[in-house]
């Protein structure tokens, strides 16, 4: 995985990933809560509700719900500061509870 | 490198044969025209509407006169808007063949198609006989655009472009990146590298046009395909298009139909001025490659994560993959594999070195992948400007 700026509170997987899976970060591992698609996101802080999520350093808008270290940051837990994100599947990406 | 010296002193790095439809009932005929031509030389483009307008007359006639074109034909129906006469007098004085053909008067459908094909078999060994002149990077002028982002557009291909659009500035070559409805949440950033503080503000003031027209329209420039592609928001993928613009300063701000004056990094502001008038100001990726090739763009840089297919009328596209899943799958359709960075299979230099190599290429008439490919899209809507202001190109316009 690849965190982009120090301030991060995201990575980017370069390769898919699977849950359970420990993965490398800089010279630390985490453990993946959830599957991680290619240069899809992962929380590598935990993120407050109303949280800005930090990718770049820069932020690209705020937590929808608690995130866990480990977890998908996706549509599902991230929404724009600017527009809402359009969603052709909108039941499918919404309401994705996190694992117990 | 050698391409094909022009009377306005541009030179094209093709010598295409372009039949323009001046609206819709002329389109037919147009492509039936081509058709027999297509992988000679001769390429379709046209405007689509019935109404007049001012931005799609500008801009066909910069296609038709862009250095890229040798010749052209227009196919008119007889009772559109479109000006015809001016747009033929346009490409006259310019030195090109023309010849206008108009439905209404040439007797229908049939008798035009064989008149039009008549005037590309006798034009075309002509353009295939003119000789080419030496050519030097520095008189390129390179266009950008993203399409089928991903999250890997940010991190492999479009910072390939940035560094490739840095080796070409620094060469007195002109580069031009768009999507200011994409670099929402950069436009401080953006302002900071204007050549003066007034550019700035017009930078950052189009930017933020951008912002209002598309909260107007309720849907920023965000396909579901981006998401499923692990982008989450505008402003995460502004984050990744911004990389695209390289890191030299901006000298000017166009817009489409400006001609960028002098070598160097120019933003295109594309989207419409005044009121939100005709939808959406990019209906699609092409739509954005007919604006930079209205401001004499030459070739264009094409990022693509999810993985576009699209090629273009008139000006070349390179299409570089930033996902290595994508090249995978669809590696006919890619020019350069950037994603084999996240692979450990190359450093962004080796593919920045790879790409510059591929723009010189095809600059000497290699063709891209989208070319031999057939390719040759073309879309044209419906727009509205007002001309640029007195500090968006603070050494002065481009003498006409």
New interface residues.
């Given amino acids: 995985m690849?965190r982009?700026a120090p301030a991060d509170n995201v990575a980017?997987a370069?390769?898919a990933l699977a849950a359970g899976q420990s993965a490398r970060l800089d010279d630390t591992r985490l453990t993946l809560l959830d599957p991680i698609?290619?240069?899809?996101?992962v929380a590598v802080a935990a993120i407050a509700r109303g949280e800005k999520v930090l990718?770049?350093g820069?932020?690209?808008?705020s937590a929808t719900r608690e995130i866990r270290v480990g977890q998908h940051?996706?549509?599902h837990n991230?929404?724009?500061?600017?527009?809402a994100?359009?969603?052709?599947?909108q039941p499918a990406?919404v309401a994705k509870e996190p694992p117990t | 490198m050698k391409g094909y010296r022009r009377q306005d002193g541009r030179t094209g790095i093709r010598n295409y044969l372009v039949v323009a439809y001046l609206v819709e009932c002329a389109h037919h005929a147009a492509r039936e025209i081509v058709l027999p031509y297509r992988d000679r030389g001769a390429h379709l483009i046209g405007f689509a509407g019935c109404y007049p307008n001012a931005y799609a007359e500008r801009v066909m006639k910069r296609l038709a006169t862009h250095p890229n074109v040798g010749a052209v034909l227009l196919v008119s129906l007889g009772c559109e808007s479109f000006n015809r006469r001016d747009l033929a007098e346009t490409v006259r004085r310019s030195g090109r063949p023309v010849r206008t053909l108009v439905l209404q008067e040439d007797g229908g459908s049939r008798a035009t198609v064989a008149a039009g094909r008549a005037w590309v078999e006798e034009t075309l060994p002509k353009l295939h006989a003119m000789s080419r002149s030496d050519m030097q990077p520095g008189d390129l002028v390179v266009g950008t655009i993203c399409g089928g982002s991903?999250?890997?557009s940010?991190?492999t291909a479009n910072p390939a472009i940035g560094k490739t659009f840095d080796w070409l500035v620094d060469r007195r070559a002109t580069a031009i990146f768009e999507e200011t409805n994409e670099l929402?949440?950069c436009e401080r950033h953006l302002a900071a590298r204007a050549i003066t503080p007034e550019l700035g503000e017009e930078l950052a003031a189009a930017v933020l046009k951008a912002?209002r027209y598309?909260?107007v329209l309720g849907?920023?420039s965000?396909?579901?395909g981006n998401?499923e592609?692990?982008l989450?928001?505008?402003?995460?993928k502004s984050?990744g298009a911004y990389a695209k613009s390289g890191s030299r300063q901006v000298s000017g701000l166009l817009k489409p139909g400006d001609l960028p004056p002098r070598g160097g990094l120019y933003l295109l502001d594309v989207v419409p001025d005044g009121e939100v008038r005709f939808g959406f100001p990019n209906i699609c990726d092409n739509a954005e490659a007919a604006d930079l090739m209205a401001c004499g763009a030459h070739m264009i840089l094409f990022s693509t994560?999810c993985g576009s297919v699209v090629g273009s009328a008139v000006a070349p596209v390179v299409k570089v993959c930033a996902?290595?899943?994508t090249y995978r799958r669809m590696a006919e359709d890619m020019d350069v594999d950037a994603g084999r960075i996240?692979?450990d299979r190359g450093t962004l230099d080796e593919v920045t070195g790879e790409l510059i190599d591929r723009v010189l290429r095809t600059a000497d008439g290699e063709p891209t992948a989208s070319e031999s490919l057939g390719h040759q899209e073309f879309i044209l809507p419906y727009k509205s400007f007002e001309p640029i202001g007195p500090s968006c190109l603070p050494g002065g316009p481009a003498r006409e």
């Fill in positions: 690849l982009l980017v370069t390769a698609p290619l240069g899809h996101k990718k770049c820069c932020p690209i808008g940051v996706h549509v991230l929404k724009s500061d600017y527009f994100t359009f969603t052709r599947q990406v | 991903d999250a890997t940010g991190l929402l949440g912002e598309h909260r849907h920023g965000f396909a579901w998401a592609g692990g989450t928001t505008q402003e995460e984050l994560g996902n290595p899943e996240l692979e």
